[in-house]
């Protein structure tokens, strides 16, 4: 079944067009908070909210949060951190559902947002069905000017410690790294988990502006990491997309290492500590 709004990954599109705007995404957390009475019950609910480092997502997120304040909503406004951490923040807060207002690769001009459930984990078919039918059916919506969507909860920390928390300490000391963090949601966080643990980090795609999120750099431009790692003559490479959901690796060549590769290299390990799930 084709969706109205949503895709594979969430809902995405131009930011100003008829899909991505305050107007669609205030209508949008509207929705949501009728989403969340129907399915877990009128009570306070946690919503977890973080974003990309594209400039139109502080509109898109005060909307949200605008349709989102008419229902008993406490809503977690975490800032700019990767998808991942967004994920880990919603178990941690005990959240009811988590949002990222990002166009993950896409180009700077796009923009979206991708719903996570209580558990961190993509929310299903079922649920984005529902949410449509919610969006389009003929409701007003109140508008809040005053929205208290602030938080002191530290989803960038969180995740940082427990990146860092998966390796023994000062495992890469004497490593050089190249670093391409798309100039998006991880150019705070992957420099310091690594630098953490001992690596000399050469960061590139790390000067965000709003403006400039996967433009020639990052995951799907890994052009620039491996001419890097081969002038630094560093260890290795890795680069991420706008959100941090993506991950490229280049070897000590400069030559990237296939998904696939990948993908067997940690099946390997899993199987060898005995954690592969089927």
């Known amino acids: 079944m084709k969706l109205k709004y949503f895709g594979t990954d969430g809902i995405r599109g131009k930011m100003g067009g008829p899909v991505i705007n305050p107007t669609m995404f205030r209508r949008l957390g ?23 480092t594209r400039s139109s997502g502080n509109d898109l997120e005060r909307a949200i949060c605008n349709g989102l304040s008419s229902h008993k909503i406490r809503v977690e406004a975490l800032g700019v951190i990767p998808t991942p951490a967004l994920s880990m923040a919603i178990c941690k807060l005990q959240a009811d559902i988590g949002l990222v207002i990002t166009a993950s690769h896409n180009p700077s001009n796009d923009n979206g947002i991708k719903l996570m459930t209580s558990e961190g984990r993509k929310l299903n078919r079922v649920g984005e069905i529902r949410i449509e039918q919610l969006i389009d059916e003929n409701i007003k919506v109140p508008l809040n000017m005053d929205v208290d969507y602030s938080t002191s909860f530290n989803g960038e920390s969180l995740y940082i410690n427990y990146a860092q928390s998966l390796l023994p300490e000062a495992c890469l000391k004497g490593w050089k790294i190249i670093v391409d963090t798309g100039n998006g949601s991880a150019y705070k966080t992957t420099p310091s988990a690594f630098t953490n643990l001992g690596a000399e980090i050469i960061s590139i795609g790390n000067v965000p502006d709003g403006t400039n999120i996967n433009f020639g750099c990052g995951s799907e431009n890994p052009e620039a990491l491996s001419h890097a790692v081969k002038e630094e003559k560093a260890k290795m490479g890795l680069a991420h ?5 993506r991950l490229v690796l280049c070897d000590e060549n400069g030559d990237i290492v296939d998904g696939d590769e990948l993908l067997a290299i940690l099946g390997i390990h899993a199987l060898r500590k005995g954690e592969f799930v089927r």
């Not at 509207?30 to 946690?46: M, S």
């Open 241 to 245: 997309d706008g959100d941090a959901d």
């Open 30 to 52: 509207y929705a949501l908070g009728l989403y969340l009475n129907e399915t877990i019950g009128h009570k306070v609910h946690i919503v977890a909210i973080a974003r990309d």
